[in-house]
């Protein structure tokens, strides 16, 4: 961990996935004294069936904005467009540079496994561009330089909590967001265009329940719980020592390690 106040970065696909999936973490290590950081790489630009790509795109940044603030959270512009998540060199050194700027001690990511690949390629942008930050004749884009520090990387549940072939996803550690759903569903209200495209493309018959059902959905498999959000610890190889974990560190009670999870890991070198 970094000396001074804790840093948390979410780097996400799309606005509203950060809301949907780790507002509740987010809002309890604000609450809890770290500087937290949001970025939707998208500009959401196909989230619409009644606004142009370009209206549309510079509504959900208002909309992202809004959230962000309400969260009292640092927010970066998007870098592509919907379908444009790409896992490349160019994409790698712009997630690079912001990681590199943050310095973030932990990183929020999408789960390796979703329902859609932007969400997939938007993790595997962030987990190389965390790998990246130490190595001196890396360039990123912009150049920002290289610094030495840990970095622990935790992989947030995918949407419907099941993988692309529809098994169940189990968490390593769940955090009890039962006092934060409200501010949570509060941000996620903010981004009022996506009501009407959820309802149309993908079935969500209201934008605000759904979320509030996968939260509740998360505190019956933690067994513990109301609300919950699920996360797996990524591998500390290249990013930090294997007994760090600074979430649990910052939120005590409020995050439950699950043991079973764990000792079905077996044992790290």
């Not at 840093?7 to 509203?16: F, G, Q, S």
């Not at 595997?124 to 610094?147: D, I, K, Q, S």
């Not at 509030?212 to 933690?222: C, I, N, R």
Request: aromatic letters at 8%; hydrophobic letters at 40%; a negative charge.
């Amino acid at each position: 961990m970094s000396s001074g106040k804790l840093t948390a970065l979410a780097i996400v696909a799309h606005p509203d996935d950060i809301e949907f999936h780790m507002a509740g973490t987010l809002l309890l290590l604000k609450d809890a004294g770290a500087d937290i950081h949001f970025w939707n790489l998208a500009n959401g630009c196909y989230g619409s069936v009644t606004q142009s790509r370009e209206e549309i795109a510079r509504i959900r940044w208002e909309e992202a904005q809004d959230s962000a603030r309400e969260a009292g959270a640092q927010i970066y512009p998007p870098i592509c467009d919907d379908l444009g998540i790409l896992y490349e060199p160019k994409r790698i050194a712009q997630v690079a540079a912001v990681i590199r700027q943050v310095k973030p001690d932990i990183l929020l990511v999408h789960s390796p496994e979703d329902y859609m690949e932007d969400h997939m390629n938007a993790c595997r942008l962030a987990v190389t561009g965390a790998f990246v930050r130490g190595m001196p004749n890396y360039e990123t884009l912009p150049p920002v330089p290289h610094y030495d520090g840990d970095i622990t990387i935790y992989h947030a549940m995918p949407h419907g909590l099941r993988d692309p072939l529809r098994k169940r996803v189990r968490a390593g550690q769940w955090i009890d967001i039962s006092s934060m759903i409200e501010r949570k569903r509060s941000m996620l209200a903010k981004h009022r265009s996506q009501k009407e495209w959820l309802d149309f493309s993908q079935g969500m018959d209201s934008y605000l329940v759904s979320m509030v059902e996968m939260a509740e959905q998360s505190g019956l498999l933690s067994g513990r719980f109301v609300y919950a959000e699920g996360w797996r610890r990524h591998s500390h190889l290249g990013y930090a020592p294997n007994d760090v974990d600074p979430l649990s560190e910052a939120l005590g009670e409020k995050c439950w390690v699950d043991p079973e999870y764990e000792q079905s890991l077996g044992q790290f070198i």
